[in-house]
């Protein structure tokens, strides 16, 4: 199983927004250029978010995104809903019509509750908590030393 590129990218860039926008909006080339993202691939994924009513967009001069919510209102499944939707691992949980045997299928509760589990994880992590992780991961990064 694999994360898509939409929701990786997209946590990445929201991420760098809520450690940046301190300083003001935040430019959509400096976000290409600190998380490796293309900028092309990067406005289509801004303007997802934006239209989430997740982000702001600022024009001109002194332009560019922040949060439209403070960090530890916006969840990680607030962003993956925004660019992909529900975290449902298989096509039958949501449209049963897909597979013949839906009702008769021992997985398929063991891939709703599977899907459920997730979304719940997703729910309960906050942009704020991933920030908070990354200030602790670079105080103990400074914190080493290396010979």
Same mark, same amino acid.
């Given at each position: ?7 990786? !990218? ?9 450690? #940046?926008?301190?300083?003001? @909006? ?12 293309? &900028?092309? !691939?990067?406005? #289509?994924?801004?303007? @997802?978010? &934006? ?56 997985? #398929? ?14 729910? &309960? ?13 670079? #105080? ?8």
């Amino acid at each position: 199983m694999k994360v898509s590129t939409k929701i990786r !990218y997209g946590l990445r860039a929201m991420l760098d927004i809520a450690e #940046n926008e301190n300083r003001g @909006s935040v430019l959509v080339r400096s976000i290409a250029q600190r998380q490796a993202i293309s &900028k092309k !691939y990067l406005d #289509n994924l801004l303007v @997802s978010l &934006k239209n989430a009513g997740l982000l702001r967009s600022v024009r001109g001069a002194k332009g560019g995104y922040s949060l439209a919510k403070p960090a530890p209102k916006i969840t990680v499944a607030d962003i993956a809903m925004a660019l992909e939707g529900p975290p449902n691992l298989i096509d039958c949980i949501v449209d049963p019509s897909v597979c013949p045997r839906v009702n008769t299928c021992p997985t #398929n509760e063991f891939w709703r509750e599977m899907s459920e589990a997730l979304h719940h994880f997703m729910e &309960k992590t906050t942009l704020d908590d991933l920030v908070q992780r990354g200030a602790e991961k670079q #105080n103990k990064a400074v914190g080493m030393y290396y010979l």
